[in-house]
């Protein structure tokens, strides 16, 4: 059967900024959003999630969830675009999605807010500097020593946490929306370097910097998350989650993006969540 897959942006402000729709071929339809399709919340963040030009999800995040979900013999689902990391976990406890799709990091707080699946990429931390990195920054720490550093960081991600733990105080960091607008800001001076996930900064350039390793962040695995109460899709996910692992879609998909599947494969959402991993 044909049914519509509907991309669009979230409501900010009770105003919906954009919407696109597109047409696909699948299976029967699953409880969720529009037509039965299941929703999922994503931001865009280049490599991880969000839309090309077409209007059509794109990222490792997507992919792996469409592949998970044609793996159960669902249509894909209903991307719903959220302004920003921030807006994913209230935007699911409030209804406007059924699931987060943009690969949130497994920390402790997130883990009694929501029910993670099983992670789907893990990866190692970077800042994009100019060029040569003339401050030599290669740590949170240096940060956290010299309040005249400016660390630009992603609003509402993890990162915040991540600085905040490793005493990097509030007014040294600059909140930025998206990655574009974080590397024209260390472009322009108003950051020393923007932190974020190396996926994030894979081919992705504004000017002449340079991307170095983070050496003071534990690698923590990431993965979507639903309601802890919705039980039925967690399992039915995890389950088409394992199955794409056991086919090697999921180790083709992540080495596509530049991560090692390796990091990710065996890990299980309640060993992270539980400190075990």
Not at 41 to 54: A, E, P, R
Not at 94 to 121: I, K, S, Y
Not at 184 to 199: E, K, P, S
Not at 233 to 243: I, M, P, W
Request: proline share 4%; charged share 20%.
């Amino acid at each position: 059967m044909r049914h519509t897959i509907r991309i669009r942006l979230a409501a900010v402000g009770g105003v919906v900024l954009a919407s696109a729709l597109i047409t696909a071929c699948g299976g029967d339809d699953t409880p969720g959003g529009d037509n039965g399709q299941v929703r999922v919340g994503i931001v865009d963040s280049l490599f991880y999630s969000g839309l090309d030009q077409s209007g059509t999800a794109t990222g490792v995040c997507p992919d792996l969830i469409n592949a998970v979900f044609e793996a159960n013999g669902q249509p894909e689902p209903e991307y719903v675009v959220a302004a920003a990391y921030s807006d994913l976990i209230s935007g699911l406890q409030a209804d406007r999605w059924d699931m987060v799709g943009a690969c949130l990091q497994l920390t402790p707080e997130r883990c009694e807010q929501v029910a993670f699946t099983n992670p789907l990429e893990t990866e190692s931390f970077a800042f994009a500097v100019n060029s040569g990195n003339p401050k030599g920054l290669t740590s949170l720490q240096q940060f956290a020593d010299d309040p005249g550093l400016k660390l630009g960081i992603l609003r509402g991600s993890v990162m915040v946490d991540r600085a905040e733990t490793a005493g990097v105080k509030e007014d040294s960091m600059v909140l930025f929306q998206n990655v574009r607008d974080a590397l024209d800001g260390v472009n322009a001076g108003r950051a020393d370097a923007m932190l974020t996930g190396r996926l994030a900064l894979h081919g992705i350039t504004v000017g002449e910097q340079d991307v170095v390793n983070v050496s003071d962040i534990v690698l923590t695995p990431a993965g979507a998350a639903v309601m802890p109460d919705n039980t039925a899709l967690l399992q039915e996910f995890n389950d088409g989650l394992q199955a794409i692992k056991d086919s090697g879609e999921f180790t083709s998909i992540t080495e596509e993006y530049g991560l090692d599947p390796a990091l990710t494969i065996d890990k299980t959402a309640d060993e992270v969540c539980s400190g075990a991993s």
